[in-house]
């Protein structure tokens, strides 16, 4: 027994098999993290390779995040699959499992994470590492300017504009961003119908009108002698016999009769006088000198006063210091008081002196009694190559005389139609004037009270335009689009301040431009110019043969427009430079014009006016809307990609 005690002891104390124990123990740790570095740098290496797959999956997909159809959920899916593809290693584990998209700023964020199997750590229980992945891809953007033509034509009232300035003010936020660095994106909005409204600049554009006269005279009246007298009767008799206590009239004496109660008859006319005797006096008509019968007339009542003319013939007379007017011209009169039928009126003017002249053919009574004040005298021919005239005078289809004064609406020129020539003054005249708009007297070609915008980051300004649309006026298509190229155009730029000035890609160092033009009707482009009244070749519907003018337009307005649209195109540059335009047209219910000619002309202009793939039909508000939404995503995904 006590052997076997001394040999358990012995085989106690024995220390010879230890090393090789604990080295077998430790040796699976020393092995586990020795090879920890190697599989840590396997993670490291696959980390880099799927970031690198994970941002080029990032910039290749971030072009495709406007179009149609593409979600978060399909980006994630290409991104993984890209992702994959590029690593090509079937035993790495990896997950693209958020994608976040911004349309506004144009960036694509993916997140997402690989897994590596472990050779060594898994030895201590870890069989797998996984890391965290995350890229983001701005697509570098050129700066963008957007020119749109709004169709505010009469035909649009109603729930058509309100369609429209919903649509207007989603593609003002869709495009102008918040945001101005680095790069910026700007709109103009020309809003059109029978023309543009320029507001403070269109005397720069169309040249401002030739200052009136002032007036400081106007009568008819004579001032020496007795010039009127009372009426106390007025018999009813084939010879109407007037009396007047010691009227002072003579035989062939001009008079005119005012304010004369029962017998209302003879009031506001002008007679020459037949003398009975110092009291009475008979009239004849001043025409034909035929005696006047007042046995049809109604009974004198009482009251009366006759006033004496000046003149044989109760001319008026003018008296305008330096008016520089000769015999047989033609002049406007406005802003006089007391003969305030003078206003607004066209005159021949005869025996004109230097500081006065007659207006041909006037019977003063016609017009008042007394001048009170103020007025001006302006001349009424409107030639091309002169300052225009506030008023303008005109011979209609009908060979009738129409008395028009100026707006600040502007039409087209008659020359340098389809360029970008800038319209600057040179001394008296400038050759590149726009046409001048002169009202025809048809209420729906009034100038429209919407007026450009010009080139701006500033979207309040930009709404309150496009939320406050005020629908009227007929179609002059051409002149809208022809003003939103101008606002592209820095041909342009010096009549803008400085803020309102477009860029130019063509300068030396400038930075990448897109430059867009948006057109939209809902009709036919129906009115044209001559003069700057509506042409006789227009459309009957923007006024009647007593409203347009006796001469044709240089064009009719579509074919003005098709025409424009293909210098547009290229900015009146050649073709492929860095300032071309792109254009896309809307046509708003085109469908609904009855006539089957003019739809077809109106969509046949949108169609080939467009840049290739850029025209849009919408036939209803709905529809309107979603065109101008796709048109906005577009246009960011281009500036985005140019």
Known sequence: MRGLYELVRRFRD????????????????LIAAAGAVVDFTRVELARTKAQQALDSAALGLAPTIYDDGVTEETLMAKAQGLVLERLNDGSLTVNVNAAEVDLDEGTLNFQGSITVPMAFVQLIGIPSL??????????????????????????????KINALEDAAGLLIDRVVKNTQAPTTSRMALVPYSMGVNLGDYADQVRGAPLPGKPITGASWIATTGK???????????????????AHGLSTGDRIAITDVRGMTQVNNK??????????????QTLSSGSTVSTSNYSNYTSGGTWRKCALSTCEIKITANNHGFNNDDWVAIDGVGGLTGLNNNAFQVKSKD???????????????TTYTGGGNVYCTENEAASRPCEFFRFRAVDNSYRLSRITTCVTERAS??????????????????????????????????????????????????????????????????????????????????????????????????????VLMTDGDFNTAYCKGVVSSDSNSVAGNNSQRINCNAPDDSTDQAEALCEKIKTNNTPANT????????????????TNAQARANAQALMASCASPGKNYTANSEAQLLQAFRDIGRDITGLRLSK
Not at 14 to 29: H, K, N, P, S, W
Not at 270 to 283: E, G, M, P, T
Not at 440 to 459: A, F, H, R, Y
């Open 416 to 517: 340098n139609t389809y360029t970008t020539a800038p319209p600057e003054t040179f001394s008296p005249v400038a050759t590149n004037w726009f046409g001048r708009h002169y009202p025809n007297g048809n209420n729906l070609n009034e100038c429209l009270t919407d007026q450009i915008v010009l080139m701006t980051s500033n979207k309040d300004d930009l709404h309150a335009l496009a939320d406050n649309l005020t629908a009227a006026g007929t179609t002059a298509g051409h002149i809208g689009l022809a003003w939103a190229w101008y606002m592209l155009s820095t041909s342009f730029n010096y009549l803008w301040p400085e803020e309102h000035r477009t860029r130019d890609p063509l300068a030396e160092n400038a930075e990448p431009v897109l430059k867009v033009l």
């Open 578 to 593: 860095d300032d071309d335009i792109i254009i896309y047209t809307v046509g708003f219910a085109l469908n609904e014009i």
């Open 130 to 159: 996984t890391a965290r992945v995350q890229s983001e891809a701005t697509k570098s953007s050129s700066h963008i300017e957007v020119a749109v033509a709004l169709d505010v034509t009469y035909s649009m009232n109603g729930s």
């Open 354 to 368: 230097t500081n006065s002249f007659l207006l041909k053919d006037t019977v003063g009574i016609d017009y008042g």
């Open 270 to 283: 002008a007679y020459r006088v037949v003398r009975i005797d110092s009291n009475k006096f008979s009239l």
């Open 14 to 29: 024995d220390e010879r098999g230890v090393f090789a124990v604990l080295f077998g123990v430790f040796a699976i740790v």
């Open 227 to 245: 010039t009127s007298g009372t009426i106390t009767g007025i018999t009813r008799q084939s010879t109407g016999v007037i009396t007047s206590s």
